[in-house]
């Protein structure tokens, strides 16, 4: 019981996992039932869903929920519907939308959309809750989706030495409409809920878009394409986007519709799309090579050597930080899940580290650099000696972080304020505000987990 994750063991005894959840069996493609995942039964209860930690049966990165049943519509029809919970998935089945599978939380792993890939699925569409949280990081999410893709594309790209002999899986992100979830559309308005799903065109134009295209129309409404600064910030976004696009055409593409959105000529965009890509690589590069450095000293450390000297990443990572990303690598299905940006985190090397985490990549296939970092953190770093649940440590180490990382940004835009003239104060004036009111809401919810841990640990007594 303790293997498959069902119980955590702790100094104290065994504790339930799931308790007072409701239990929804996670299956693999056969049907085996290899996990479970579960729901909150009180709204007090921290964490909506938990699900089994990684197994020698389960890995959260690898298991596509409802592959069982949805397989044999997904090969039919050449599409798969891929929502985020599995209350959405089951929902979107009895509406008879039989071809919807769920992430586990995530809009798509490599892992995952290497499954769709082998299925040989020609067009998987991505849906985005309507909800606050899904609005306001649709496009961020977007973004993660593209990098996903490239780096996909990439790997396989050097395995086979530049030769693809499989065709890939087009992808297309569909938002749901404010305040809405696949669950509660498909139950509501299951028509509305298929004209989402279908391709944007003028008779559907609340339809899903192709993700290159979602992510850039996305980036052209934050700016005024119709000044200068606008077009130059617009493309300084999404020129980065095309440089790291490996198939020609597609990159061809877009960089038209980068010219329409700015008027400059498509041999131009071409020539600093070309500029953008050795500027990445030549980044890329020093990056690795400094990654290295300091992974190598971090290394030593940790073997008993003589004290390194410490790279930038290593002075800037706090010792929460450290921590923090150290429960992580011991439960790495918690990254997806836990209330942190990349941005939370000062050292390079730990943002990259979660940015794979998050992305569902199991650490056996890290870089050698981060490997070394991994092997680092996991050697320095004590396990929670008294804390009953990893996930809770986990959420409160990340709540921390996060109030951290707000204290210091707030600082740093409060000092921009004071030496920013009366005329051009609005727009920092308004960051100050914004951060502000982020930061007291992140107090809340601390406040709200310190409660309900006290009443955990008075029961548990």
């Known amino acids: 019981a303790v293997t498959s994750g069902l119980i955590v063991r702790n100094e104290r005894g065994l504790i339930d996992r799931f308790r007072d959840r409701i239990m929804i069996p996670l299956r693999d493609r056969k049907g085996h039932i290899v996990a479970f995942a579960g729901r909150a039964m009180r709204a007090d209860q921290p964490g909506k869903y938990v699900n089994s930690p990684q197994t020698p049966l389960f890995t959260k990165s690898g298991l596509l929920f409802a592959l069982d049943v949805a397989l044999p519509p997904m090969r039919r029809k050449g599409e798969a519907v891929i929502v985020e919970g599995q209350l959405d998935a089951i929902s979107c089945h009895q509406a008879g939308f039989d071809n919807v599978v769920a992430s586990m939380g995530t809009a798509l792993t490599e892992d995952q959309y290497g499954i769709l890939r082998q299925l040989k699925i020609e067009r998987a569409v991505v849906a985005f809750d309507g909800d606050a949280a899904g609005t306001a990081s649709a496009e961020k999410r977007g973004r993660d989706l593209v990098h996903l893709m490239q780096h996909f594309a990439a790997t396989l790209a050097n395995r086979s030495g530049g030769v693809s002999t499989t065709r890939e899986v087009r992808l297309y992100v569909a938002v749901l409409p404010d305040g809405l979830d696949p669950d509660q559309l498909a139950r509501a308005d299951p028509d509305r809920l298929r004209a989402l799903l279908r391709p944007h065109g003028p008779d559907n134009p609340e339809g899903a878009r192709p993700l290159l295209e979602f992510v ?8 005024d394409l119709g000044g200068p600064d606008g077009r130059r910030r617009f493309l300084a976004e999404t020129l980065p986007l095309l440089a790291d696009e490996p198939d020609p055409l597609t990159r061809e593409l877009y960089l038209g519709t980068l010219s329409r959105h700015t008027g400059l000529d498509q041999e131009t965009l071409r020539r600093q ?14 990056a690795a ?5 300091r992974s190598a000293a971090a290394a030593q450390a940790a ?10 990443g290593m002075e800037q990572a706090s010792s929460l930080e450290r921590y923090l990303m150290a429960q992580l690598v011991q439960f ?14 000062a050292d390079p090397e730990l943002r990259a580290i979660f940015e794979l985490l998050r992305l569902g990549r199991p650490i056996s296939e890290f870089p050698d650099p981060l490997a070394a970092r991994v092997a680092a953190l996991g050697a ?18 990340a709540l ?6 707000l204290r210091r940004r707030l600082g740093e835009t409060r000092a921009a304020l004071a030496r920013t003239s009366d005329g051009d104060a609005g727009g920092v004036d308004s960051e100050v505000a914004r951060l502000g009111a982020e930061l007291e809401e992140l107090m809340r919810s601390r406040e709200r987990h310190t409660v309900l841990r006290a009443e955990e640990r008075e029961e548990d007594e």
């Open 216 to 223: 850039i129309e996305k980036v052209a409404h934050r700016f």
């Open 273 to 286: 799309a070309a500029a953008a890509r050795g500027t990445l690589e030549r980044s890329t590069e020093q």
């Open 289 to 293: 090579r400094g990654t290295l450095e």
């Open 303 to 312: 073997g008993g050597g003589p004290p390194p000297v410490q790279g930038p």
């Open 332 to 345: 790495p299905e918690a990254a997806a899940r836990v209330d942190l940006a990349p941005d939370d985190l």
């Open 380 to 397: 320095q770093t004590p396990e929670p000696a008294t804390e009953a649940d990893p996930g809770r440590v986990i959420e409160l180490a």
């Open 400 to 405: 921390r972080l996060r109030e951290q990382g």
